[in-house]
């Protein structure tokens, strides 16, 4: 067990839908990011925050967005889901707002759209 | 453009044997060079962080070379177990902005 927890592990949802992930960050780490992984293809970063506040985005569509909450768990929001959407989804959490320290990966929340 | 790249995309050897996996990259500036393991729908796992300055750095039977002139570095695998069938990803920080960058992974299977 890394400490960063996500849940769900598994959704299956239709096209056009809108689901929520959640992923609760190790115990004292402030950081939260999240990279979407498609099938055979290398983790895209998607967006970080750092103690509530947005700190970075990578290539995350319009049609997803992040926040993180001051108990410091955060949710990505998918909506007008499309088949493309499916992958993994992995949230990692680090203490600080630097990526010159080392960050730990939860294990993921795998989303089907069909 | 700052680039990673991972060679050979996959590879099969069996338990007991030694094996080697390369990571080029481009990213400019460079900032520090990472080893994950990923076993299937998990997480990745740190196996090593090296910085411009390390030339090896070992974590049990996984050891990493880092080549700052030529932009290189490798995973050594020293007889490998059957757990050791996983992804490993190389990951690049630099860039104008100190972004993460990915590579695709080598996916390795070891046989009985």
């Known amino acids: 067990d890394s400490g960063v927890t996500q849940t769900p592990k598994h959704l299956i949802t239709a096209t056009g839908q809108r689901v929520t992930l959640r992923c609760s960050p190790r115990s004292g780490d402030l950081s939260v990011y999240w990279y979407q992984q498609s099938l055979d293809q290398g983790l895209q970063f998607l967006i970080q925050y750092y103690n509530g506040e947005e700190r970075a985005k990578g290539n995350i569509l319009e049609r997803f967005s992040a926040q993180q909450f001051p108990d410091l768990h955060s949710e990505l929001n998918l909506s007008s889901l499309e088949l493309g959407d499916s992958a993994l989804y992995f949230c990692?959490?680090?203490?600080?707002?630097?990526?010159?320290?080392?960050?730990?990966f939860g294990s993921g929340t795998r989303l089907t759209v069909v | 453009k700052n680039q990673v790249e991972q060679s050979p995309q996959s590879l099969i050897i069996l338990e007991g044997k030694n094996c080697t996996l390369q990571c080029n990259y481009t990213v400019s500036p460079f900032s520090n060079l990472r080893w994950y393991k990923q076993d299937t729908g998990r997480g990745p796992v740190s196996l090593t962080i090296?910085?411009?300055?390390?030339n090896t750095k070992s974590n049990g039977r996984y050891t990493a070379t880092l080549d700052a002139d030529t932009k290189q570095s490798s995973l050594h695998i020293t007889a490998s177990q059957l757990s050791d069938s996983a992804s490993y990803i190389c990951v690049v920080r630099g860039g104008s902005q100190g972004n993460l960058i990915f590579g695709k992974g080598t996916k390795l299977s070891v046989k009985p």
């Open positions: 090296m910085t411009f300055s390390e």
């Open positions: 990692a959490s680090s203490f600080r707002d630097s990526l010159n320290y080392g960050y730990t």
